[in-house]
């Protein structure tokens, strides 16, 4: 055998085999490399809009809770506020409580006073009918007795 015979006998077997290979095996490869860029190219673009989203839901969860610690210190000044308004108007009912109990006890010793001064009046008056009963039983004189009534009338006014 021919070195040169197998040489052309092997590029003529290569060629024929390259060209099956261009014509039926290389379209199939690369329809599965196509296959596969386009779902990575899918897949990256998927994970790109991932990405926007979680930077959008990012925003929005930072402004909710931004939102929800305005409102829950809206809340709190509200309560606070509420609670400073309660307490003032407990302290003012106290004091209108106080000052009625106050003026209650006050017009309770004023009574207690102007009963005190009755009885002493109605005690001197008796003391007196009795004073004049036993001047009358030792003497009679008018102008003494007009004195001494004029006296204890004075006395008890």
């Known amino acids: 055998m021919n070195i040169n015979a197998t040489l052309l006998a092997q590029l003529v077997v290569f060629l024929i085999f390259s060209w099956i290979a261009m014509k039926f095996v290389w379209p199939y490869f690369t329809g599965i490399l196509d296959e596969r860029t386009k779902k990575i190219a899918d897949g990256l673009a998927a994970a790109e809009k991932a990405n926007v989203h979680l930077a959008t839901a990012e925003k929005k969860s930072a402004e909710e809770l931004r939102k929800a610690r305005e409102s829950g210190a809206e809340l709190r000044a509200g309560a606070e506020k509420q609670t400073a308004q309660l307490l003032d108007e407990a302290r003012q009912e106290a004091t209108r409580i106080i000052a009625a109990a106050r003026e209650a ?3 309770e010793a004023a009574t ?8 002493l009046r109605e ?3 008796d003391l007196a009918v009795a004073g004049a009963e036993r001047i009358l039983r030792k003497e009679i004189d008018a ?12 006395e008890l006014q």
Do not use: Y
Not at 143 to 154: E, F, R, T
């Open 143 to 154: 102008k003494k007795h007009a004195d001494l009534l004029g006296a204890l009338k004075s």
């Open 123 to 125: 005690r001197v008056a």
């Open 105 to 107: 006890a006050e017009k």
């Open 112 to 119: 207690a006073s102007q009963r005190a001064k009755e009885a």
